[in-house]
Structures are given as structure tokens and as C-alpha cells.
């Protein structure tokens, strides 16, 4: 019988700095603001007959380079049903409710979620772990992401191997 262990990481260096604005309506948002984000994951495999789960490296390196990839970026939800983003030149247009605000490109990652919120966030992460070919090759039970954007204020979201959900 296969013995399954939970390896929790949550290292000093995933995080990253973003400026963005959730968006509670058609008609509501907040003003354009930033946080320090934090992640963590924990990731549920069998213990292999060299009593390792898997190479955690592999998620440190990906987790890592994901935080790299949105630091010190304005964050825009592409999926975002309230959002009308246009390219003008080197600037993001985006409407909302009446009002277009310019946003440098070479400042703005678009993500495609829709909304900057910890929940969509850790969805984010998950997505692109769950979808990386050295990931996918692991024998992973369940895969747990959580994205926080303040001390007390986290958003989680998991990938379980026998559940019918994919992401996506």
C-alpha cells in the first residue's frame, strides 16, 4: 500500500509586489492599488521506495519564476467580463463602467482570469503547475495553491487527481 505524504513549501522568496483593483460589478471597483502577495503550496504525492514524494524543485522553480513573471506589474483580469482592453501604441486601454485608464504595456500583465482577486490569483498559479509537462508527469494525489495579499487574507484553490474537475 502506497503511503501519501503532504509537502508543504512556502518559501521566503514566493511572493511578488502588484498593483491592481478587484472589480465587484459592472458599475463598482476599487481605485487602482497594490499589495505584497505571498504563495504557498502544499502538494499531496506517495512516498517513493527512495522515500522521496517527487523533486521539489520542480515546483520551487516554477512558483519562483511565476512570482518573477508578475512582480512589479500592474495586474489586468483579461477574462474579465466588465473590462474592454484595447491597444493604443506602447498603452492598455481599459474601460470600465465609462472610464478608460492608460496603463504602460511595458508595466501591465494581462492574466487570463477574471478578476485580480486571491482566489483567481491562486487559480492562476495552479493553472500553469498543473499544466507544466515535468509537473504533469508526477504522480500527484492533490495539488493545493494559496495566494495571499495580507497577513490574514488568503485565497486557496486545489487540483485532486480523481476528480472529474480539469482546469481551464
Given at each position: 500500500?502506497?503511503?501519501?505524504?503532504?509537502?508543504?513549501?512556502?518559501?521566503?522568496?514566493?511572493?511578488?509586489?502588484?498593483?491592481?483593483?478587484?472589480?465587484?460589478?459592472?458599475?463598482?471597483?476599487?481605485r487602482l492599488h497594490g499589495?505584497?502577495?505571498?504563495?504557498?503550496?502544499?502538494?499531496?504525492?506517495?512516498?517513493?521506495?527512495?522515500?522521496?514524494?517527487?523533486?521539489?524543485?520542480?515546483?520551487?522553480?516554477?512558483?519562483?519564476?511565476?512570482?518573477?513573471?508578475?512582480?512589479?506589474?500592474?495586474?489586468?483580469?483579461?477574462?474579465?467580463?466588465?473590462?474592454?482592453?484595447?491597444?493604443?501604441?506602447?498603452?492598455?486601454?481599459?474601460?470600465?463602467?465609462?472610464?478608460?485608464?492608460?496603463?504602460?504595456?511595458?508595466?501591465?500583465?494581462?492574466?487570463?482570469?477574471?478578476?485580480?482577486?486571491?482566489?483567481?490569483?491562486?487559480?492562476?498559479?495552479?493553472?500553469?503547475?498543473?499544466?507544466?509537462?515535468?509537473?504533469?508527469?508526477?504522480?500527484?494525489?492533490?495539488?493545493?495553491?494559496?495566494?495571499?495579499?495580507?497577513?490574514?487574507?488568503?485565497?486557496?484553490?486545489?487540483?485532486?487527481?480523481?476528480?472529474?474537475?480539469?482546469?481551464?
Amino acid at each position: 500500500m502506497a503511503r501519501l505524504t503532504a509537502i508543504d513549501l512556502s518559501k521566503e522568496y514566493l511572493h511578488f509586489s502588484a498593483a491592481h483593483f478587484t472589480i465587484f460589478s459592472s458599475t463598482e471597483r476599487e481605485r487602482l492599488h497594490g499589495h505584497n502577495f505571498r504563495v504557498s503550496a502544499r502538494i499531496t504525492a506517495p512516498v517513493g521506495d527512495n522515500g522521496l514524494c517527487f523533486n521539489y524543485q520542480i515546483f520551487k522553480d516554477k512558483l519562483r519564476e511565476l512570482c518573477v513573471e508578475l512582480d512589479e506589474y500592474t495586474l489586468i483580469p483579461e477574462a474579465s467580463p466588465f473590462l474592454d482592453i484595447t491597444i493604443q501604441g506602447s498603452y492598455y486601454n481599459i474601460e470600465f463602467n465609462g472610464e478608460v485608464m492608460k496603463l504602460l504595456r511595458s508595466d501591465t500583465q494581462l492574466l487570463p482570469v477574471r478578476n485580480i482577486s486571491v482566489e483567481e490569483l491562486a487559480y492562476f498559479f495552479l493553472s500553469q503547475l498543473v499544466e507544466d509537462p515535468l509537473v504533469n508527469d508526477l504522480n500527484l494525489q492533490t495539488v493545493e495553491i494559496k495566494v495571499a495579499s495580507g497577513p490574514e487574507q488568503w485565497g486557496n484553490c486545489v487540483w485532486d487527481s480523481a476528480s472529474p474537475y480539469k482546469l481551464g
